[in-house]
């Protein structure tokens, strides 16, 4: 019987992208999958098929993590249904990008409200809550590094993550609970690709040494270890899951 049997995840932003692929690893890992989204109700739904044909167990839950009261409920329909939550992937986000000079006040709070206190919001719940031996797993990014133009809101909630990974590893004391933190590289899914040129998606293809764009599998590989038993003593870390961009 595999470890994580029995064991209760919420991923945030799981209908589609790297959340997706996430839940589904996780679901193949044997654990219950909570796939949550925003609005798109026919993905999350298709992603829990998948977990289900291959043989796993999963519940959609819709909430927009920028409403504390929305997550709030989220994690109480968790514990109604399964009694408690082990492991939180904090995996929701957005990216708008612009230079600073053509940023609207829109395209700032829009990324904070999401990215930072989307996270902050998940991550109290499951400061509170989430079991002994449970895993916390943060996405953040690689511009956390890079900062390159035109990502300062994005880059600058990223790093907000980072800190609070951080400092939640250290208030989780006495608990054996894990809080780390993933930073993908370019990814293949709809918030990397949309609205960018094919050549500058190509030229961002090559910057790695490993000379590709990582797929959601690829992330998704890196929080099956974190989540995992073999991830145990990895805590307070940022894993850039990048192909070697930096
Ligand atoms: N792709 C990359 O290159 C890359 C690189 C580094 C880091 N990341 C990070 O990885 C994470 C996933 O990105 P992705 O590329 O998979 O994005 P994506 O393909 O655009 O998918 C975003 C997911 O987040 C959900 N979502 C958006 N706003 C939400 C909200 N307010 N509440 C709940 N769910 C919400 C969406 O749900 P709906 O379907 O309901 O809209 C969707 O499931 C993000 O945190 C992103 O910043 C991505």
């Not at 133009?149 to 951080?166: D, N, S």
Request: charge should be neutral; charged fraction near 20%.
């Amino acid at each position: 019987m595999s470890a994580n049997q029995n064991k209760v995840a919420i991923v945030t932003g799981a209908s589609r992208g790297i959340g997706a692929a996430i839940a589904e690893r996780l679901g193949k890992d044997g654990f219950t999958v909570i796939v949550n989204y925003a609005g798109n109700a026919a993905a999350a739904e298709d992603v829990i098929r998948k977990i289900e044909q291959a043989g796993g167990k999963a519940v959609t839950a819709q909430a927009d993590v920028a409403d504390a009261d929305a997550v709030r409920h989220m994690f109480d329909g968790a514990q109604a249904t399964f009694g408690g939550v082990d492991v939180l992937v904090n995996n929701a986000g957005i990216m708008r990008l612009a230079t600073l000079a053509d940023s609207d006040d829109a395209l700032f709070d829009q990324q904070v409200a999401i990215n930072l206190k989307g996270s902050f919001n998940t991550l109290r719940e499951a400061a509170k809550r989430l079991r002994e031996g449970g895993r916390i797993i943060n996405l953040s990014s690689s511009v956390v590094g890079l900062y390159q133009p035109t990502y300062a809101a994005y880059a600058a909630t990223k790093a907000g993550v980072e800190a609070i990974t951080h400092v939640l590893s250290k208030e989780l004391r006495g608990r054996n609970i894990t809080v780390n933190a993933i930073a993908p590289g370019p990814t293949a899914t709809a918030l990397f690709l949309d609205s960018k040129p094919q050549a500058v998606i190509d030229n961002l293809a090559k910057l790695a040494p490993l000379e590709r764009l990582g797929q959601p599998e690829d992330i998704a590989a890196a929080v099956s270890f974190l989540a995992g038993p073999d991830g145990g003593w990895i805590n307070g870390q940022v894993l850039r899951a990048n192909g070697g961009i930096i």
